[in-house]
């Protein structure tokens, strides 16, 4: 039997119970001349239900979002063939030292304790990384992908 494809409309806690464990994305940024720019990305949701990204401070995704905060992420599952879904927000770029705690929460949301947050600290200092927060404005659908209902079932 073909795969049917899906589309389910889910509230905002719905929308972070599907972000929470999954942490594989594409984000969208708009380049100087308006055009897209895509990253591949490993994400987190914050305690506040921002979509948080490591970054350093001179990647494009980084210079972009300082120059326009509209962004796009497509979050995906584990199995490419899983389900996905499209999150628009604005976004704000963090940078050391502000940075800091933002960056722990961020490794908290994507793979729990480290074994000793003093070393990463100076590990995110010394590297000189930024973080980048998306606040969710909309979002679309979860989605899979497959035939449409119809041609799937005939």
Known sequence: ???????????R????A???PRHKALLLTHRSDGSPQLSPVTCGVDDQGRVVVST??????AVNARRDPRVSLCVLSDDFDGAWVQVDGQAEVLD???ALDPLVDYFRSISGE???WDEYRAAMQRQ????????????GPVATGG????PASS
């Open 56 to 61: 350093y401070p001179q990647r494009a995704k």
């Open 147 to 150: 035939f449409p209902p119809a």
């Open 13 to 16: 806690e719905g929308l972070l």
């Open 18 to 20: 599907f972000l929470r």
């Open 128 to 139: 000189g990384k930024s973080l980048l927060r998306v606040t969710i404005e909309r979002w």
């Open 96 to 98: 050391l030292p502000d």
């Open 1 to 11: 039997m073909p795969k049917t494809a899906t589309a389910d409309r889910v509230d």
């Open 114 to 116: 480290h074994p000793d």
